[in-house]
């Protein structure tokens, strides 16, 4: 199974921005919806951003609505995560996984090809 590869996490201030970044497939990227979902410790692994294969459109999890954008690049075959007003609550471990379904609810046994991760660390 294909595993993506994040990047991009790191040490935040409150208000800041982080852009992270996946290495993906051309094929994923073309018929699969891919997204971004974040785990803290203690918490469940929650969907913050999804975005489907070919029609543009996006879930956002509430409370980054406004704040978080995702997006793909189809030639470097990589999909971003661009954060900005960072909160505390939006650290944990961030993953892209892929997803079959085009238009997918963020229920994460609907991904897979789950990698690593990159951690975000918001602290002043």
């Known amino acids: 199974q294909v595993q993506l590869v994040e990047s991009g996490g790191g040490l935040v201030q409150p208000g800041g921005s982080l852009r992270l970044s996946c290495s993906a497939s051309?094929?994923?990227?073309?018929?699969?919806?891919m997204g971004w979902w974040r785990q803290a410790p203690g918490k469940k692994r929650e969907g913050v951003a999804l975005m489907s294969a070919s029609d543009g459109w996006t879930y956002y999890l509430p409370s980054v609505k406004g704040r978080f954008t995702i997006s793909k690049d189809r030639n470097k075959h990589m999909v971003h995560l661009q954060m900005a007003s960072v909160e505390p609550e939006d650290a944990g471990v961030y993953y892209c996984?892929?997803?079959?379904?085009?238009?997918?609810?963020?229920?994460?046994?609907?991904?897979?090809?789950w990698g690593p991760g990159t951690q975000v660390t918001v602290s002043s």
């Open positions: 051309a094929f994923m990227l073309t018929y699969h919806a």
């Open positions: 996984p892929s997803a079959f379904s085009d238009h997918p609810d963020p229920v994460s046994s609907l991904f897979h090809s």
